[in-house]
C-alpha cells in the first residue's frame, strides 16, 4: 500500500469522526491516530524511546 493510499485512508475516517462526532470527535481521531503511528514506529524499531528518556544532561 502506497503512503498516498494511507494518506487517503486517513483523511476519510478523519472526516467520518469529524461529521459523526463533531469537533471533539475530531480531535480525538487525531490523538489516536498520532499515538498509533508512534506505536506502530516503535514496533518497526524505526523509534528508540531511550535516547528520548535518557534526556541531555545525563551521561
Known amino acids: 500500500m502506497t503512503t498516498a493510499t494511507i494518506g487517503l485512508f486517513v ?3 478523519l472526516a467520518i469522526a469529524a461529521a459523526a462526532g463533531g469537533f471533539t ?3 480525538i ?3 489516536l491516530g498520532g499515538l498509533g503511528y ?3 514506529r516503535y514496533i518497526d524499531g524505526e523509534l528508540d524511546l531511550n535516547s528520548i528518556m535518557r534526556g541531555r544532561g545525563r551521561d
Open 38 to 40: 508512534f506505536v506502530g
Open 11 to 13: 483523511g476519510l475516517l
Open 25 to 27: 470527535g475530531f480531535l
Open 29 to 31: 481521531a487525531i490523538v
